[in-house]
């Protein structure tokens, strides 16, 4: 079963636009949560995490919600760049069973029309 | 600083064989994790190592295995290939086991099985 989903294969905003990425969750156990950024040909990079025990974080123009109540998550990016194309998989870690061990949802594909 | 690097990059095998995956992880860092990233399920765990043991496996039948080195290198092995082992088997390295995911990962060993 997925325990990490993200249900927007593909989103698409205009430069300068909000961009928002939804995730949703179904074990309670999860504690941490991050977003990971990936290019084609690369393997994902880190972008920003938020703890169970925070309802918001932020990293200059990108800010993650967390709703446990609703076991959902949101990442915002504001203004989006062209850059900021990419795909973005959300992340949930149980750190009871060990960090490492990520629950990834399938990704969203992001696309900044210029 | 260098990041993870795996090899191979690329590689194809035929059905039956089997296959062996290098990582090196950041210079430091004592956890390996690794990943296998299908369209069709995204990124799924599969173990990590730390120290040189096992910490954490992932939902993954035995012909998946791996190991770590004194020097924190490691390698995944899949033995008996099958169609459906295409994928992009990433490894990702972290300082250690405490930390909270953010984990740092390399470029993945794409795997084609015919």
């Known amino acids: 079963d997925q325990q990490v989903k993200q249900n927007s294969p593909s989103l698409s905003v205009q430069e300068g636009r909000i961009s928002i990425l939804n995730c949703d969750y179904t074990?309670?156990?999860?504690?941490?949560f991050l977003w990971y950024k990936k290019y084609p040909a690369e393997g994902p990079t880190f972008l920003i995490s938020?703890?169970?025990?925070?309802d918001k974080n932020e990293d200059g123009r990108f800010t993650v919600f967390l709703n446990k109540s609703a076991k959902h998550l949101s990442l915002h990016i504001v203004p989006s760049q062209p850059g900021d194309s990419a795909v973005y998989f959300c992340?949930?870690?149980?750190?009871?069973?060990?960090?490492?061990?990520?629950?990834f949802g399938q990704g969203t594909r992001l696309t900044i029309n210029p | 600083k260098a990041g993870v690097t795996q090899t191979p990059r690329y590689l194809i095998k035929t059905r039956g064989q089997q296959v062996t995956l290098s990582c090196s992880p950041i210079?430091?860092?004592?956890?390996v994790s690794w990943y296998q990233q299908t369209p069709g399920q995204g990124l799924q765990f599969l173990f990590e190592?730390?120290?040189?043991?096992?910490?954490n496996k992932g939902n993954f039948p035995g012909r998946f295995s791996g190991r770590q080195f004194s020097n924190s290198r490691s390698e995944m092995n899949v033995s008996t290939l099958e169609l459906g082992d295409s994928a992009l088997y990433l490894c990702?390295?972290?300082?250690?086991?405490?930390?909270?995911?953010?984990?740092?990962f390399g470029e993945g060993s794409r795997l084609t099985v015919l």
């Open positions: 990702a390295s972290s300082l250690y086991r405490g930390n909270t995911g953010e984990l740092f």
């Open positions: 074990n309670s156990m999860f504690d941490y």
């Open positions: 938020i703890s169970s025990i925070k």
């Open positions: 992340a949930a870690s149980p750190r009871l069973q060990g960090a490492q061990k990520l629950v």
């Open positions: 210079s430091g860092h004592r956890s």
């Open positions: 190592y730390f120290s040189e043991t096992q910490r």
